[in-house]
T-cell receptor, first 113, second 113 residues
Framework: EDQVTQSPEALRLQEGESSSLNCSYTVSGLRGLFWYRQDPGKGPEFLFTLYSAGEEKEKERLKATLTKKESFLHITAPKPEDSATYLCAVQASYGGATNKLIFGTGTLLAVQP | NAGVTQTPKFRILKIGQSMTLQCTQDMNHNYMYWYRQDPGMGLKLIYYSVGAGITDKGEVPNGYNVSRSTTEDFPLRLELAAPSQTSVYFC????????????FGQGTRLTVV
């Protein structure tokens, strides 16, 4: 069964304390892996798309990497404004016109000053 | 640039009532989606559309209906509301279904009592 698992469920960091969030997946025919940020009471906001193992994307203090079985979102020297829920989603191809987007349950990140 | 706009932001329904959640996008995207988000669960796809006049079921379509008469609008209809439909609903759109990011609205928080 296609599945996306994110860990940890919650993470508390001190400002400046770097860490990583994990997204492991089992899907057939990966078309893309997406990272989103979601603030309380808001819709998810797109961060990155990764397409193939070995690919990396960076944006400010965030860096996303992809292997054949998992993706990491590395947060370097985080600031309190990085506090949010980070969602991972995988898009799989089933050989037809329909492609399914599967979301993980997210990691709630809190960065304390 | 408004992006994806959802109305209303909040709504309380009584069991058995019906309502329509509105969604409009101004990015000329062909693909539109409705998701629900429950605490501790990932976003679940309810319905999606690949263009005006074309809709299809997602993972959790029971109790909902959609229509797509224009590129811009994708309303979600709840018939005979049940407590199990208490959730946060997100509308999203994308340029294409596979491999490109989706843009989300701000969400509608629905409570069925």
């Amino acid at each position: 069964e296609d599945q996306v698992t994110q860990s940890p469920e919650a993470l508390r960091l001190q400002e400046g304390e770097s860490s990583s969030l994990n997204c492991s997946y089992t899907v057939s025919g990966l078309r893309g892996l997406f990272w989103y940020r979601q603030d309380p009471g808001k819709g998810p906001e797109f961060l990155f798309t990764l397409y193939s193992a070995g690919e990396e994307k960076e944006k400010e203090r965030l860096k996303a990497t992809l292997t054949k079985k998992e993706s990491f979102l590395h947060i370097t020297a985080p600031k309190p404004e990085d506090s949010a829920t980070y969602l991972c989603a995988v898009q799989a191809s089933y050989g037809g016109a329909t492609n399914k987007l599967i979301f993980g349950t997210g990691t709630l990140l809190a960065v304390q000053p | 640039n408004a992006g994806v706009t959802q109305t209303p932001k909040f709504r309380i329904l009584k069991i058995g009532q019906s309502m329509t959640l509105q969604c409009t996008q101004d990015m000329n995207h062909n693909y539109m989606y409705w998701y629900r988000q429950d605490p501790g669960m990932g976003l679940k796809l309810i319905y999606y559309s690949v263009g005006a006049g074309i809709t299809d079921k997602g993972e959790v379509p029971n109790g909902y209906n959609v229509s797509r008469s224009t590129t811009e609008d994708f309303p979600l209809r709840l018939e005979l509301a049940a407590p199990s439909q208490t959730s946060v609903y997100f509308c999203a759109s994308s340029y294409s279904y596979g491999g490109t990011e989706a843009f989300f609205g701000q969400g509608t928080r629905l409570t069925v009592v």
